[in-house]
């Protein structure tokens, strides 16, 4: 648990699966529901998502290379944006961020757009 957020501690290959399976058009493509109150993914929580138009994916995890992969998570995007922000921005933005959602308890790994 004193690594939990770190790389190390990602799903990369489940991660990859659900990005190649949103690409593919697989119907429906399967993710796993992330709990900031737990701070883990939800055992036999799910979110199907079905052909999106968008999809918009967060986190730094999708610019990193995986070590000795054969595929990263930008393999299966088309756009990729990095925003840079000052430091007490981004402290801002967290702390807002977590505690919403933290009062729902619940977030998904992505904003799905029809």
């Known amino acids: 648990m ?3 957020g770190f790389p190390e501690s990602y799903d990369v290959r489940r991660m990859i699966h659900f990005l190649a399976s949103v690409k593919a058009g697989s119907t429906p493509a399967v993710a ?8 883990d993914i939800l055992p036999g929580k799910y979110q ?6 968008v999809l918009i994916f967060e986190g730094l995890n ?4 995986a070590g000795t992969a054969t595929a990263v998570a930008s393999d299966y995007l088309d756009l990729l ?9 981004l402290e801002a933005w967290y702390v807002k961020r977590f505690l919403l959602f933290a009062e729902d308890g619940l977030s998904g ?4 757009l029809p």
């Open 2 to 4: 004193k690594r939990k």
């Open 32 to 39: 796993p529901i992330y709990s900031h109150f737990a701070y």
């Open 48 to 53: 199907n998502v079905h052909r999106p138009v």
């Open 62 to 65: 999708v610019l990193q290379a």
């Open 81 to 89: 944006l990095y925003l840079d922000a000052e430091e007490a921005d």
């Open 109 to 112: 790994p992505c904003i799905i």
